[in-house]
């Protein structure tokens, strides 16, 4: 059904829109590398990651389908939440929560949890 993936992203106060990807969960990590390159000088922003991060979809997704954003109820301590964060997976690639102060990255409830992305 898809090669899905959720990405999430968080500063000290905030956490971003859920970004949908339905076809290319297992391009996140090498996307999170380009925004992380392209944030240089403005980490700690999660409404402007995760902008950055639809654009970059965007650019490599073709098409109006595969790529969505909605909004979520998610507070900074739910994302610490395994329980919490593996319930929102839409499984396939999981669930990526990305600490935007180094873009570090945990994945919940998919097949990136077995290979985290700098600090968990």
Known sequence: MGNR?????FDHNRV??????HWHGDAVPRWLDQL???????????AYAAARFV???HA?????????IWSNALSLA?????????AESPGNAGIV?????????????????GSQGRRP
Do not use: Q
């Open 36 to 46: 992380k390159a392209t944030m240089h000088g403005r980490f700690g922003d999660a």
């Open 97 to 113: 929560v990305v600490d935007t102060s180094d873009f570090s990255w945990r994945a919940y409830g998919g097949y990136l949890a």
């Open 5 to 9: 993936a959720c990405v999430i992203f």
């Open 78 to 86: 739910d994302l610490r939440r395994t329980d919490e964060m593996e």
């Open 60 to 68: 490599n997704i073709e098409g109006n389908l595969s790529l969505g």
């Open 16 to 21: 971003s829109p859920t970004v949908y990807l």
């Open 55 to 57: 654009g970059i979809c």
